[in-house]
């Protein structure tokens, strides 16, 4: 089965092109690794995605999935491992076999980095995490440490005082990148301490998992042990575009146009995988739109037809 376009990845971006794209009844399959929602999906809350003013990351993308399987839209849950080349049409790889299309959307997002401090990837999983929403009511009523400087990181540790007895906050600067709203807050919780200009020489642990943090301060030079039982980073992304040869720029994301075209025709990337200077919810959205159309204006050309299609 030939399809007219796969879109990988069932985040923001994905679900927004795949409603465009079957509005313009083009024959669409959102292809998925994990669940649709994407990393959203896994926000204890969103404040500003405009109309909602208050909801779960959770709750919003089963808006956008009831909205997009309103239409029409087929799901495969599996990886897509790369993408060939096959005469005009493409080739998608996944883990259960190849699907021909004629053009891809990429929507893959990106996933959480790693600061690479010992016992970082020794303790994932085992007091080490990269999300709060997830591991945050393990930690109720015991210290823990979040360190980052930006909103998700912000945010994050935010709602996370709210369940656990201290947060040590660790951040390299001396102020944080985070929306100003988000800082005045983070600053009002009481049970929030901010190690500023430190950074984190170890995780301490044993069999158990983590039992401590080890963190030095750059203007003292002095490394403190602090008693936590988890420690939660947030400090970045790195995009999910290994599978796709295209124009990227050094951490990866892929180059993209204004129309979300990219160095090889009739693949389009949308969304966090993309070097975009503001990776959010509403970006992520306007970039599956603006995709879905150009991929639609690309399929017609291909097909040889006039686009907009002519009035019969
Ligand atoms: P994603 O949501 O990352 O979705 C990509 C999807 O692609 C994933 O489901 C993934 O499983 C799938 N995928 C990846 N690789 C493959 C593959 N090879 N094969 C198949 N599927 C694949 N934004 C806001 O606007 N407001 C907020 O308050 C906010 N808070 C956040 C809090 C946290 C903790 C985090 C982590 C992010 C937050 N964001 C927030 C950012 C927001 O989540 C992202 O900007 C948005 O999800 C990007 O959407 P996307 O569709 O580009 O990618």
């Known amino acids: 089965m030939m399809y007219d376009l ?39 809350i969103i404040e500003n995605y405009p109309g909602f003013p208050s909801l779960s990351g959770g709750d919003l993308m089963k808006h956008f ?4 399987r309103a239409v029409g839209m087929q799901t495969k849950f599996t990886e897509v491992l790369g993408i060939d080349q096959n005469g005009p049409y493409k080739t998608v790889r996944t ?49 823990i440490a979040v360190i980052g400087g930006g909103d998700t990181a912000v945010k994050e540790s935010i709602y996370l005082s709210r369940l656990a007895s201290k947060v040590y906050h660790i951040h390299r600067r001396d102020r944080f990148r985070a929306e100003k709203i988000l800082q005045e807050r983070l600053l009002a919780r009481e049970n929030v301490e901010i190690l500023w200009r430190s950074s984190v020489e170890a995780a301490l642990g044993d069999d158990s998992g983590v039992t401590g943090i080890r963190v030095k301060n750059a203007d003292s030079g002095e490394a403190r042990d ?20 295209c124009d990227k720029d ?43 159309a150009k991929a639609e204006e690309y399929i017609s050309e291909m097909e040889g037809r006039a686009y907009p299609s002519a009035p019969k």
């Open 250 to 292: 050094p951490q990866g994301f892929i180059i993209t146009g204004a129309d979300m075209t990219t160095s090889n025709p009739g693949i389009f990337a949308a969304g966090d995988c993309r070097d975009t200077p503001l990776r959010q919810v509403s970006t992520a959205v306007g970039d599956g739109a603006i995709a879905a």
């Open 65 to 68: 999935e009831d909205h997009a």
């Open 6 to 44: 796969v879109i990988i990845g069932g985040g923001p971006a994905g679900l927004t092109a795949a409603i465009y794209a079957l509005r313009a009844r083009l024959n669409t399959l959102v292809i998925e690794k994990l669940g649709v929602g994407g990393q959203i999906a896994l926000s204890d």
């Open 226 to 245: 602090i008693k936590v039982d988890g420690i939660f980073v947030f400090i970045g992304i790195t995009p999910s575009t290994g599978f796709v040869e």
């Open 95 to 143: 883990a259960d076999g190849p699907l021909e299309t004629k053009a891809v959307i990429i929507a893959t997002g990106a996933e959480p980095k790693r600061l690479g401090f010992p016992g970082e990837q020794e303790f994932l999983g085992k007091g080490i995490s990269t999300c709060g929403t997830c591991d945050g009511p393990f930690y109720r009523n015991k210290p």
